[in-house]
C-alpha cells in the first residue's frame, strides 16, 4: 500500500484488540498502516470490495505469521511488541486534545513495557539523514508529550 498523503510506501500491521479504540480517526480498527515517510498512520478498511480482489502479497502485508518491520519507517523504532503502541502514539499526535484518552494510554503502556516513549522520539529526531518527514512537528509534540507523561 501506499500512503495517500505522500504516495510513499507504508508498513501494514495488525493492531492488537487492545489497541482497536488507538488508532486514530476510526471508532474500532483492527488493522492500521503508518507510512514510511511521513509517519502518518491511519486505519485499513477491510470492505468486503478489497476482500474480493486481495492484493498481491508485500513485505507490508499482515498475516497471522507475519511481523511488520517498522524499521522501514526507522531502525530508531522501538523493537518488539512497543512498535505498535509507539506507532499509534504517534499517529494520535496529530490532535492532542481529541486524541488526549488514547496518548495517555499508549504513554502508560509503553513505559510500563519499559519503553520510554520520549526517548524514543528523541531518537527519531535524532536520526541522521533520513527519508524521514513528518505530517506533524514532532519536536513540538515532544514537548507537549512530557508535560502529559510526567
Known amino acids: 500500500?501506499?500512503?495517500?498523503?505522500?504516495?510513499?510506501?507504508?508498513?501494514?500491521?495488525?493492531v492488537p484488540e487492545t489497541y482497536h479504540e488507538c488508532?486514530?480517526?476510526?471508532?474500532?480498527?483492527?488493522?492500521?498502516?503508518?507510512?514510511?515517510?511521513c509517519m502518518t498512520v491511519r486505519s485499513i478498511e477491510q470492505s468486503a470490495e478489497s476482500e474480493a480482489e486481495p492484493e498481491p502479497e508485500s513485505e507490508s502485508s499482515p498475516d497471522a505469521d507475519h511481523d511488520p518491520d517498522f524499521t522501514r519507517v526507522s531502525t530508531?523504532?522501538?523493537?518488539?511488541?512497543?512498535?505498535?503502541?509507539?506507532?499509534?502514539?504517534?499517529?494520535?499526535?496529530?490532535?492532542?486534545?481529541?486524541n488526549r484518552t488514547a496518548i495517555e494510554r499508549l504513554l502508560e503502556d509503553l513505559a510500563r513495557s519499559g519503553t520510554d516513549p520520549l526517548l524514543a522520539i528523541d531518537r527519531l529526531l535524532a536520526e541522521p539523514a533520513t527519508e524521514l518527514e513528518p505530517a506533524i512537528d514532532l519536536e513540538r509534540r515532544q514537548q507537549q508529550l512530557e508535560q502529559l507523561f510526567y
Open 1 to 14: 500500500m501506499t500512503c495517500p498523503h505522500c504516495d510513499s510506501p507504508t508498513v501494514d500491521f495488525v
Open 23 to 37: 488508532v486514530p480517526d476510526a471508532t474500532t480498527a483492527t488493522m492500521a498502516s503508518i507510512c514510511t515517510h
Open 76 to 98: 530508531a523504532f522501538p523493537a518488539d511488541e512497543a512498535a505498535i503502541p509507539f506507532a499509534l502514539l504517534l499517529g494520535n499526535c496529530s490532535s492532542l486534545a481529541t
